[in-house]
């Protein structure tokens, strides 16, 4: 996300990476497309896994992982080797400031929900510490003044 910040005109604006999902509210620059950086973004990302889990010696799920994702592959004909992700994506339109507010409070509290912190803020991989006005790990362009 760092990269396609600073080299393809993404403004990332709320995130929230989960073991198994992650929650985006991003924009981009005229030139550039929120979806071309979800392709670019699946293409990297899953290439990077896929090759720490294949040449990783201290992975002892590697063979179950690489089981499943051939399999999921072999369900879908754009992919010959290994699915990741998913291929859609549930984009929702952003209509209003109140509704903003709610999925941005929904990313957020993702964490929470799954039981892997109490507050919010004190999850790394998430877009609330922005919002609280602590360290972070990603910059993000907030939408609203910081609570």
């Known amino acids: 996300m760092k990269h396609c910040q600073q080299n393809k005109g993404l403004h990332l604006h709320a995130y929230v990476i989960m073991s198994n999902h992650i929650h ?5 620059d005229e030139g550039f497309t929120v979806s071309g950086f979800i392709r670019d973004c699946k293409k990297h990302t899953s290439k990077s896994i896929l090759d720490d889990i294949e040449n990783s010696g201290v992975e002892s799920r590697r063979e179950w992982m690489l089981h499943q994702f051939k399999y999921y592959a072999s ?5 010959d080797t290994y699915q990741l992700w998913e291929h ?3 984009p929702i339109e952003l209509i ?6 709610q999925r941005i409070d929904y990313i957020h509290q993702n964490p929470v929900v799954a039981g892997l912190v109490y507050r919010a803020e004190d999850y790394i991989y998430s877009s609330a510490s922005n919002y609280a006005g602590l360290d972070q790990i990603i910059d993000v362009d907030c939408l609203f003044d910081i609570l």
Do not use: G, K, P, T
């Open 88 to 90: 859609d994506n549930h």
């Open 75 to 79: 369900r879908n004909a754009r992919n």
């Open 24 to 28: 985006l509210i991003v924009s981009a």
């Open 96 to 101: 209003s400031r109140e509704f903003i507010q």
